[in-house]
């Protein structure tokens, strides 16, 4: 089930099941999502993104949802394994004018995977 | 391909002295790196976006006298935390800009600060 901690939701699953954690975002005006996977004591690891202008992309194992309507973004995560646990946060892509981008980080949640 | 490394991977210091954290794009070059700060439990919060040859830009309410970032050449960045206190704890992280091929920002693999 789902779970509120001090700081950061927690997703606990079973492992061979499907995950899926949500986001919500703020801006309308983000021109990517992307979804990053961070392990205890590592950076960010880029998982999948979508434009703005697309509702579903898929991955290997990973299908990523937006819907723009209730500005909300979900990462579902098929047959999960141990190697998933980590937490799991979507950043909005703001393309700067003068090129580059900005990246805006949500809560994130933490995917625990039970065997 | 897209590596970006960070040095140290942690570190310790005392109340009141400074300490540096190099972050550097391996295989492509980056005009652009940026630094974030992380706190347990929270997520990445944006602190500064580092420009080569010119001065950084910081997010509102980040001191840039306590954080001095250089970005001396193409694949170096540095953010030097000035007179560190125990509150400036937390896991600094920096990326890189790869603005030739991919448009794309690389993370590094974190630097945790402890103030002592």
């Known amino acids: 089930g789902e779970s509120v901690g001090l700081h950061l939701p927690t997703l606990s699953v079973q492992e061979g099941d499907n995950s899926i954690i949500n986001c919500a975002y703020s801006?309308?005006?983000?021109?990517?999502f992307i979804w990053y996977k961070q392990e205890s004591g590592k950076g960010p690891q880029f998982i999948i993104d979508?434009?703005?202008?697309?509702d579903k992309r898929q991955g290997q194992r990973v299908t990523v949802l937006l819907n723009k309507t209730v500005k909300h973004l979900s990462l579902q995560i098929a047959a999960t394994q141990p190697g998933d646990s980590a937490v799991y946060f979507c950043?909005?892509?703001?393309?700067?004018?003068?090129?580059?981008?900005?990246?805006?980080f949500g809560t994130g949640t933490q995917l625990k995977v039970e065997l | 391909g897209a590596v970006v490394s960070q040095h140290p991977s942690w570190v310790i210091c005392k109340s009141g002295t400074s300490v540096k954290i190099e972050c550097r794009s391996l295989?492509?070059?980056?005009?652009?790196m940026f630094w974030y700060r992380q706190f347990p439990k929270q997520s990445l919060m944006l602190m500064a976006t580092?420009?080569?040859?010119?001065?950084?830009?910081?997010e509102q309410g980040v001191e840039k006298d306590k954080f001095l970032i250089n970005h001396a050449s193409l694949t170096l960045s540095t953010l030097t935390v000035t007179s560190a206190h125990p509150e400036d704890s937390s896991f600094y992280i920096c990326?890189?800009?790869?603005?030739?091929?991919?448009?794309?920002?690389?993370f590094g693999p974190g630097t945790r600060l402890t103030v002592t």
């Open positions: 990326s890189a800009y790869d603005d030739s091929y991919t448009y794309e920002q690389y």
């Open positions: 801006n309308s005006a983000s021109d990517y």
């Open positions: 979508i434009r703005s202008n697309m």
């Open positions: 950043a909005e892509k703001y393309i700067l004018t003068g090129g580059g981008n900005k990246l805006t």
């Open positions: 295989d492509f070059q980056a005009t652009t």
């Open positions: 580092s420009n080569e040859g010119s001065k950084a830009t910081y």
